[in-house]
């Protein structure tokens, strides 16, 4: 069965300091793979997307990612943490195989940032 | 281009009542998903339709959850008899038709229900 495992339920970092955010999946085929940022109250927002291609992929906000497929992983990465990056990551794997391509999400990091 | 609306963005209710939620999918988008994201945990998957067709449903949606889409345009996700853990935020999502998919799904900003 398909499945997202982020190995970390809270991640804290220093202002500017690096981070790096851990998503590993089980899938069948070629996954379709996304991260997504969740604030206090608010939406998902789309950090960045892979379907194919160039296995380092570039989002929003400065973030990166890098699919892995013999790791089966697709880690989040930042070179320097802002304090408005504090929120709750989701990694997600789009379901192609029944259709659907709805999403399968892991259960999120959420990040703290220290002044 | 407007994004997903879901109304109302907050629902205050006492066990044992009704609600039902409203999503406006973003036009032209003829695939929608409602997915419940509970306190600490990403958002599962509840139910799924193409047009007004419900084409897949969780065992996540029980007898008291009923979701509909009657002329493939928004959609309602009405809970009878609520409990305290049906408290939770309740998302919404659309994506375009299968020639023009990019496998990307567009959220709306929830719906939270707290059941006292």
């Known amino acids: 069965a398909q499945s997202v495992t982020q190995p970390d339920i809270h991640i804290t970092v220093s202002e500017g300091a690096s981070l790096e955010l851990r998503c590993n999946y089980s899938?069948?085929?070629?996954?379709?793979l996304f991260w997504y940022v969740q604030s206090p109250g608010q939406g998902l927002q789309l950090l960045l997307k892979?379907?194919?291609?160039?296995?380092l992929v570039q989002g929003i906000k400065g973030f990166e990612a890098e699919f892995k497929r013999s790791q089966s992983s697709f880690n989040l990465r930042k070179p320097s943490v802002h304090w408005s990056d504090a929120a709750e990551y989701f990694c997600a794997v789009g379901d192609t195989t029944s259709g659907t391509y709805k999403y399968i999400f892991g259960t999120g990091t959420r990040l703290k940032v220290l002044a | 281009d407007t994004g997903v609306s879901q109304n109302p963005r907050h629902k205050i209710t006492k066990r044992g009542q009704n609600v039902t939620f409203r999503c406006d999918p973003i036009?032209?988008?003829?695939?929608l998903y409602w997915y419940r994201q509970t306190l600490g945990q990403g958002p599962e998957f509840l139910t799924y339709?193409?047009?007004?067709?419900?084409?897949?449903k969780s065992r996540l949606l029980s007898d008291r959850f009923s979701a509909e889409r009657p002329k493939g345009s928004f959609s309602t996700l009405e809970i009878q008899r609520t409990e305290q853990g049906d408290s939770a935020m309740y998302l919404c999502?659309?994506?375009?038709?299968?020639?023009?998919?990019?496998?990307?799904?567009?959220f709306g900003e929830g719906s939270r229900l707290t059941v006292l």
């Open positions: 999502a659309s994506s375009p038709p299968l020639s023009r998919h990019t496998g990307e799904l567009f």
């Open positions: 036009s032209e988008h003829n695939r």
């Open positions: 892979y379907f194919s291609g160039d296995t």
């Open positions: 899938y069948g085929a070629t996954p379709y």
């Open positions: 339709f193409q047009n007004e067709a419900q084409l897949e």
